[in-house]
């Protein structure tokens, strides 16, 4: 038996090992570590149906891979509203960090997922933004342009269901101190710009850039008397958001001079500043630092925008906390009220980053940046859920959240291992998930005894994670699964695979059945007697009623098969409740039960997985 126990411990050595408490981990996924969440929710009620688009990242410039990184943390991911993983899209991505992740619709109501890409360490992969569909396909690469370092990562802003595109891009220029009183002395600065791509043709149809447009007194990161600066220069407007309205005119945002400009379509000039040193309004409010200036309405005299006052940055901090504001704006008048606003809910500032986005509900969805921080209101301003990443390694420079149906392109991905003591007590786990799936209500599946034969229903179970897990007994060879959505209906059928002996040496693992080669399969038409008919995509299914007959028929079809059906189910229902631990150590705990070791498989497991090996990464910044 100790044998039997050690030898287990060093095959599950790379499923604990690997084990973080603040980390996703799956069987299906091994690659991946998606961060979990903790989330409170006020008024569950009144938030809007949707999912959370984040782009999680360790440090706002390209790392080199570290242990940290592998497997892949960083990328973009979607979750449910209960932080339950739904995409993890790092992968695509090659740990690169991704920013700006967000989605979409076309005019046909279709929808793609849109991200920047940032360059990888070694410059091998570029920066660029990438649009996809809702199968996870690359559409579209917009590599960073021809005179510049790098795909600047504050904005990419799809217009109009994808006719363009709008992207920051900073520049090094040496310009004249003249304007702060210093003739005839030069100095470098990084210039905020941006540029309009026609997404048709990859052209740049409208560039703009400060120096031609700005005056460096408005900055108030660079004072007069501040030393002339080699390149890159000094940073000292950091454009961060831009946005267009149907005049053609673009709302962009100056981090360091404290002002939202509105920039003319036509010749580039300043219609008009709001904030700042120069503000054109009369404003019954202030703000500073600001991200994510955006247009929600725009016609003629009339505007609202909404924006992240920072109100502060690491340097110094105007406000006591930040808060998302929504502003409407006369430009008759040139008077600017404040409509609405929504402090952060824990009292505290975003010094660096951050996002505002109104829901087609009215309601607000904050992301406040650090360790993924995010709040969505109602309209008029109650907290009705707060989360944020278990982990404090972790920042998303924006939150999105959005209703949509993603369908992957591929295959469900399936693991199935048998596991057994002796003849009488052999166990299939079967682990499924669908990485982008959205709308799968449960699993269906089902063994056959070959790869023509008819497939037999072995059950059904709700799909409550990522990944599902299903208990066989008995060793069931040719595994598939339907997922079902709400009404029943087949979504997607996954391909046949064949389950994997956990070993080759069954004596050494402690089998003590007769025939020393270990289990044989079994038929399926003998444990799971019910027929099931051929999958057809998008026909009703069986019921789960008739899974649970199943079930029940197979509990009374062998002495030796109830027991190993009972602990299966005994098994199931543990995992409901464990969710999340792996099918290999339910397996285990199921043979250990057996033979009577359960509390030192316990301990073990126990004391590797308080095991930490990520480190911390205390270091952070947001310049470009
Ligand atoms: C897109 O969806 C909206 C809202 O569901 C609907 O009003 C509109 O007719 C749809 N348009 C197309 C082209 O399907
Ligand atoms: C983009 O280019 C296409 C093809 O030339 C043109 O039909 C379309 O109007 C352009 N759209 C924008 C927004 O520039
Ligand atoms: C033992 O199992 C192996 C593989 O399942 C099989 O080929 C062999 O015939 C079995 N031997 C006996 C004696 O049943």
């Known amino acids: 038996m100790i044998l039997f126990v050690l030898l287990a411990l060093s095959l599950l050595h790379g499923v604990i090992a690997r084990r973080d408490d603040d980390l996703m981990s799956f069987v299906t996924l091994p690659e991946i570590r998606a961060l979990k969440w903790e989330v409170v929710y006020h008024d569950r009620e009144r938030v809007s149906p949707g999912y959370w688009f984040v782009a999680p990242y360790g440090k706002i410039v390209p790392e080199t891979p570290t242990q940290k990184f592998q497997p892949y943390q960083v990328g973009p991911y979607i979750y449910d509203g209960d932080g339950v993983l739904i995409w993890a899209g790092p992968p695509i991505f090659y740990d690169r960090n991704v920013f700006d992740f967000k989605a979409f619709t076309d005019s046909q109501n279709e929808t793609h997922l849109s991200l920047i890409a940032q360059r990888n360490y070694d410059d091998s992969m570029r920066g660029r933004a990438t649009i996809m569909n809702s199968h996870y396909e690359i559409e579209q690469e917009i590599m960073r342009l021809e005179d510049n370092y790098e795909f600047n990562i504050h904005e990419?802003?799809?217009?109009?269901?994808?006719?363009?595109?709008?992207?920051?891009?900073?520049?090094?220029?040496?310009?004249?101190?003249?304007?702060?009183?210093?003739?005839?002395?030069?100095?470098?600065?990084?210039?905020g710009g941006f540029v309009e791509w026609n997404l048709t043709t990859k052209e740049v149809v409208f560039a703009w850039d400060s120096t031609d447009h700005l005056a460096i007194h408005e900055s108030v990161k660079f004072n007069p008397d501040n030393p002339a600066d080699g390149p890159p220069g000094w940073d000292y407007v950091h454009m961060n958001a831009v946005d267009k309205n149907s005049d053609g005119d673009y709302l962009i945002s100056m981090r360091f001079t404290n002002t939202i400009y509105l920039i003319s379509g036509k010749d580039g000039h300043v219609i008009w500043r709001l904030g700042?040193?120069?503000?054109?309004?009369?404003?019954?409010?202030?703000?500073?630092?600001?991200?994510?200036?955006?247009?929600?309405?725009?016609?003629?005299?009339?505007?609202?925008?909404?924006?992240?006052?920072?109100?502060?940055?690491?340097?110094?901090?105007?406000?006591?906390?930040?808060?998302?504001?929504?502003?409407?704006?006369?430009?008759?008048?040139?008077?600017?009220?404040?409509?609405?606003?929504?402090?952060?809910?824990?009292?505290?500032?975003?010094?660096?980053?951050?996002?505002?986005?109104?829901?087609?509900?009215?309601?607000?969805?904050?992301?406040?940046?650090?360790?993924?921080?995010?709040?969505?209101?109602?309209?008029?301003?109650?907290?009705?859920?707060?989360?944020?990443?278990?982990?404090?390694?972790?920042?998303?420079?924006?939150?999105?959240?959005?209703?949509?149906v993603g369908r992957p392109a591929y295959a469900p991905t399936m693991v199935a291992s048998v596991y057994a003591a002796d003849e009488a007590s052999v166990l299939t786990t079967i682990h499924i998930s669908w990485n982008g799936a959205t709308d799968i209500a449960s699993w269906n599946f089902y063994a056959q005894a070959g790869e023509e034969h008819p497939r037999h229903l072995m059950g059904n179970v709700p799909k409550r994670d990522f990944e599902t897990m299903f208990l066989a007994s008995g060793y069931m060879d040719w595994i598939s699964a339907d997922a079902l959505d709400r009404d029943g209906n087949v979504i997607t059928v996954s391909d046949i695979i064949r389950s994997k002996p956990v070993t080759t040496d069954w004596p050494a693992l402690g089998y003590h059945g007769q025939n020393s080669s270990g289990p044989a399969p079994d038929d399926p038409a003998v444990r799971y007697p019910t027929d099931a008919p051929a999958p057809v995509k998008g026909e009703p299914p069986a019921t789960t009623a008739d899974a649970e007959a199943a079930q029940a028929d197979t509990t009374a079809a062998g002495e030796a098969s109830a027991t190993a059906q009972q602990l299966a189910e005994a098994m199931m229902r543990a995992y409901d409740s464990l969710n999340g631990i792996g099918g290999v150590l339910i397996g285990l705990l199921v043979l250990c039960s057996m033979g009577g070791a359960v509390a030192g498989i316990v301990w073990m497991v126990r004391s590797r997985r308080s095991k930490k090996i990520y480190q911390h990464v205390p270091d952070d910044d947001d310049s470009p």
């Open 156 to 191: 990419f802003n799809v217009l109009n269901g994808g006719e363009s595109a709008l992207a920051c891009v900073y520049r090094t220029k040496e310009l004249p101190l003249d304007d702060v009183g210093r003739p005839g002395v030069t100095s470098f600065f990084m210039t």
């Open 276 to 404: 700042g040193q120069e503000s054109d309004f009369v404003q019954d409010f202030v703000f500073s630092k600001q991200h994510d200036a955006k247009f929600l309405e725009s016609s003629g005299t009339h505007h609202v925008i909404s924006l992240l006052n920072n109100a502060g940055d690491e340097n110094q901090q105007e406000e006591e906390v930040s808060s998302a504001l929504i502003v409407e704006l006369d430009t008759e008048a040139m008077t600017a009220k404040l409509q609405q606003r929504y402090p952060r809910p824990d009292g505290l500032m975003t010094l660096l980053r951050g996002s505002v986005q109104r829901l087609p509900n009215g309601n607000v969805f904050v992301g406040w940046s650090e360790r993924g921080y995010q709040s969505e209101f109602s309209p008029e301003g109650d907290n009705l859920v707060s989360a944020r990443f278990a982990s404090g390694r972790l920042n998303t420079y924006r939150a999105y959240k959005y209703d949509f």
